[in-house]
């Protein structure tokens, strides 16, 4: 079993459709990264974070560290959205965990 | 400015071949990591250098792999002799000095070993 479990593995959607990407880890973490990588491109860092919930226009992304759970979310989702979201955490060393990724398909 | 930089973005090598990628991190950011995507799999984290110093490298998969930083700025990661198993995406990232800060990526290297 990986350290970091995603889900869905891939995820279909209308535009306009509120989407959520889950992330669960079995480790103690020092940080929490969402990226994103659209086809054939390199990977964007959207997110980092250690506690509670953070906002960046369509994107939000929460964390409970209790629970060993993150979330990410897509409001008003659209075409250009489409992409690979990946989950991956930090230890107590520098080095980052990855999930599978989710493929993230928004239709027009 | 300039981003993580990474070079070549492509490589078709034939097994047995050396290959050598590049990377190019930010300016000014001490740590720069190596990670690859195989087919089908997570990315899985390969290693990491502190300035030139290798901090960690037990992610190398073995001795066909030899990294280097001279000299705290670019490093290159060589594969030699490469084997059919060696194919995927080589991404590199590099971050500022300190335990939470945040990684930027290149594009990665896609390397096919034929």
């Known amino acids: 079993k990986n350290e970091v479990e995603q889900s869905p593995q891939n995820l279909t959607a209308q535009e306009g459709e509120f989407i959520t990407i889950n992330c669960s880890y079995s480790?103690?973490?020092?940080?929490l990264h969402w990226l994103q990588q659209h086809p054939g491109g390199g990977i964007v860092s959207l997110f980092m974070?250690?506690?509670g919930k953070k906002k960046h226009g369509r994107l939000i992304a929460t964390i409970n560290i209790q629970e060993k759970h993150s979330s990410l979310h897509i409001t008003a989702s659209h075409p250009r959205d489409s992409a690979v979201y990946i989950c991956?955490?930090?230890?107590?060393?520098?080095?980052?965990?990855f999930g599978k990724g989710t493929l993230l398909t928004v239709n027009p | 400015e300039a981003g993580v930089t990474q070079f070549p973005s492509h490589s078709v090598i034939e097994k047995g071949q050396t290959v050598t990628l590049r990377c190019d991190p930010i300016?000014?950011?001490?740590?720069l990591y190596w990670y690859r995507r195989v087919m089908g799999k997570e990315i899985k984290f390969l290693l990491h250098?502190?300035?030139?110093?290798?901090?960690?490298e037990s992610g190398m998969p073995n001795n066909r792999f030899l990294a280097e930083r001279t000299g705290g700025t670019y490093s290159t990661l060589k594969v030699q002799p490469a084997e059919l198993e060696d194919s995927g995406v080589y991404f590199c990232?590099?971050?500022?000095?300190?335990?939470?800060?945040?990684?930027?990526f290149g594009q990665g290297t896609r390397l096919t070993v034929v």
């Open positions: 300016s000014g950011h001490d740590n």
């Open positions: 480790v103690g973490i020092s940080a």
């Open positions: 250098f502190v300035k030139e110093s290798k901090q960690d």
């Open positions: 991956a955490v930090k230890g107590s060393n520098y080095k980052l965990t």
């Open positions: 974070l250690s506690s």
């Open positions: 990232a590099s971050s500022l000095s300190g335990m939470n800060t945040e990684a930027f």
